[in-house]
């Protein structure tokens, strides 16, 4: 089930795959019928190539030898995962295809495709434009911020989900927050067997961490004007009745 709001201000397809891109430990490739899992082996060049680091025994060296030119065709794939603990933690996946080089004693990945697929569905990401692209500049510290908001701040997120639709909120067991960018933070609205995701969008994008601070506090201001939603209300009294 999704939930949304009217303003939905959000990264580019081709912003949010370089992000994940940047951020994402592991990554499965796939060349020439094999298929080999990797954490902590590549590293992304400024124009979206993949530089892969692998052991000298991996099957994808051996693709080399079969493949035509010695250029074998590959797919990648990137999950990005949600920090907090929610149900459906894989908030996207990313899928490159392209063709793997060799390139002073690793592999060079060139893709000639790009396919970003979220809860909204798949969309292939314009190449040039992928290229050009930069990862959010919060994206290395999204991790421990939503960990800190979700752990040391609870009430801070009660707050922030007064500016949720209340018909968004009904039958809602819990809130937790889910992803944030430059653009706006994300809350992940859980139910007993279902759950829904709002946006809630910053009024200027945020490109460092103090402005986010000074984001994250005009969203509290917006909260504070708000009374308490009413389902979480009855959430509440019916936990101490």
């Known amino acids: 089930m999704g939930d949304t709001q ?3 201000a959000a990264p580019g397809a081709a912003e949010r795959a370089r992000t994940v ?3 994402a430990w592991s990554c499965a490739v796939t060349a020439d019928g094999v298929r080999e899992e990797y954490a902590g082996a590549h590293t992304v060049t400024e124009d979206g190539l993949v530089r892969l680091t692998v052991p000298d025994d991996s099957g994808l060296f051996a693709a080399f030898l079969c493949a035509p030119r010695q250029e074998p065709s590959a797919l990648l794939e990137f999950a990005d995962v949600a920090p907090v603990p929610v149900r459906n933690r894989v908030r996207a996946r990313l899928y490159l295809s392209g063709r793997l080089e060799p390139s ?3 592999l060079l990945f060139r893709p000639t495709r790009v396919v970003l697929r979220q809860a909204s569905g798949p969309v292939v990401v314009d190449l040039d434009e992928f290229a050009a692209a930069r990862p959010d ?3 290395e510290a999204e991790a421990r911020l939503l960990t800190h908001l979700a752990d040391a701040h609870p009430d801070a997120v009660e707050r922030l989900s007064r500016l949720v639709r209340p018909e968004s909120l009904h039958a809602a067991t819990r809130v937790v927050p889910l992803a944030v960018d ?3 933070l994300t809350l992940r609205i859980e139910r007993t067997r279902a759950h829904g995701d709002v946006r809630l969008p910053f009024h200027t994008p945020a490109d460092d961490l103090p402005q986010l601070t000074e984001r994250v506090h ?3 201001a917006q909260a504070a004007a708000a009374g ?5 209300q009855r ?3 019916d936990g101490d009745g």
């Open 6 to 8: 009217d303003w939905t």
């Open 21 to 23: 891109l940047s951020v």
């Open 228 to 232: 308490c939603p009413r389902a979480l």
């Open 218 to 220: 005009a969203l509290l």
């Open 182 to 184: 430059r653009h706006g």
């Open 235 to 237: 959430q509440r009294a």
């Open 137 to 139: 500049p919060l994206a």
């Open 104 to 106: 002073e004693g690793a």
